[in-house]
T-cell receptor, first 111, second 111 residues
Framework: DTEVTQTPKHLVMGMTNKKSLKCEQH?????MYWYKQKAKKPPELMFV???????INESVPSRFSPECPNSSLLNLHLHALQPEDSALYLC??????????FGPGTRLLVL | SQQGEEDPQALSIQEGENATMNCSYK?????LQWYRQNSGRGLVHLIL?????REKHSGRLRVTLDTSKKSSSLLITASRAADTASYFC???????????FGAGTQVVVTP
């Protein structure tokens, strides 16, 4: 299995809602990543987990809360988001520090 | 902050033509990667070139790296409509697993 899966594909939420994005990989990769991507822009790194421990937090607001329950799963919990948080959220995984394998993304709209 | 800058920002060509895009970066690197992103989807890894390599081929892709000029180019030969996508270069950042993406080149291949 060489795939990274993400659910849901689309999500619409209000500013008072709590929701979660999920990411799963079964390639045995030790690192997993969350990126945020706005239209016509490159992905921006949010968080990196290595061996299930948070290793990089790119000064992301606390309304985004990552969680790595095990080596195959990565969640991103969302709470009290703002309309400017609307974006494509990408998950990726890697074995080493080089090539990353991306999921298809979750398109989030915050109303 | 972005490490790489790409040009052109957009490129429109006809099927069968070659497409060339360039990436420049600012600091020393261990490797440089190119990724493709179809509209609204995840990124797909295309090719990685290490700092001690000058040229690399993969199918219809040719990548060059000039570390003295801190630049790389991606050539797609005999383009197809399916090559329509955004192409991003990415360099390894100072932190483990942290990729620095360029702004991207949007390529449109018309039949």
């Amino acid at each position: 299995d060489t795939e990274v899966t993400q659910t849901p594909k689309h999500l619409v939420m209000g500013m008072t809602n709590k929701k979660s994005l999920k990411c799963e990989q079964h390639m045995g990769h030790r690192a997993m990543y969350w990126y945020k991507q706005k239209a016509k822009k490159p992905p921006e790194l949010m968080f990196v987990y290595s061996y299930e421990k948070l290793s990089i937090n790119e000064s992301v607001p606390s309304r985004f809360s990552p969680e790595c329950p095990n080596s195959s799963l990565l969640n991103l919990h969302l709470h009290a988001l703002q309309p400017e948080d609307s974006a494509l959220y990408l998950c990726a995984s890697s074995e080493g520090k080089e090539t990353q394998y991306f999921g298809p993304g979750t398109r989030l709209l915050v109303l | 902050s972005q490490q790489g800058e790409e040009d052109p920002q957009a490129l429109s060509i006809q099927e069968g033509e070659n497409a060339t895009m360039n990436c420049s970066y600012k600091t020393s690197i261990n490797n440089l990667q190119w990724y493709r992103q179809n509209s609204g989807r995840g990124l797909v890894h295309l090719i990685l070139i290490r700092s001690n390599e000058r040229e690399k081929h993969s199918g219809r892709l040719r990548v060059t790296l000039d570390t003295s000029k801190k630049s790389s180019s991606l050539l797609i030969t005999a383009s197809r409509a399916a090559d329509t996508a955004s192409y991003f270069c990415a360099t390894d950042g100072h932190s483990w697993g942290k990729l620095q993406f360029g702004a991207g080149t949007q390529v449109v291949v018309t039949p």
